[in-house]
C-alpha cells in the first residue's frame, strides 16, 4: 500500500498559507455569486468534497480542480494571471543579467555571403 503523502505536514508556511488564502477567496467569489458549493462543484465536474477541499486550500487536492473552480464561476481570466511569466519581474532581471555583453558578428565568405 501506497505511503499517504506528506505534504500538508511538511510544506512551507508560505505555501500552506497560499492555499488557504486561493481556498478562502474561492469561496468569498461562490457566496458573492450567491452560487451553493454543490451548484459549482456540478458545474466544474468535481465532487462535493473535492470542491470543500479545494475551499480548505487542501495542499493535496489536484491543481485541476482549483482551476475548474474559477472557470465554473467565470473567473477563468484569473488563470491566465496565474503565474504570468511577465509580472516576473525578478525572472526578467535573471534573464537580462545572462544575455551576452557582446554580440559576435559573421566574418563574410569571400562570395559575400554570410
Do not use: C
Amino acid at each position: 500500500m501506497p505511503r499517504p503523502l506528506q505534504l500538508s505536514q511538511t510544506a512551507p508556511f508560505a505555501v500552506r498559507d497560499g492555499a488557504q488564502r486561493i481556498g478562502e477567496r474561492l469561496t468569498l467569489a461562490r457566496k458573492r455569486r450567491r452560487l451553493t458549493l454543490r451548484d459549482v462543484a456540478a458545474k466544474a465536474g468535481i465532487s462535493y468534497d473535492t470542491a470543500r477541499a479545494v475551499e480548505a486550500g487542501n495542499l493535496q487536492t489536484g491543481l485541476g480542480a482549483y482551476l475548474a473552480m474559477l472557470w465554473a464561476m467565470g473567473l477563468e481570466s484569473e488563470i491566465q494571471a496565474f503565474a504570468d511569466p511577465e509580472r516576473d519581474e525578478e525572472g526578467k532581471q535573471l534573464e537580462i543579467t545572462r544575455l551576452p555583453q557582446r554580440i559576435r558578428h559573421r566574418k563574410e565568405n569571400f562570395d559575400g555571403e554570410f
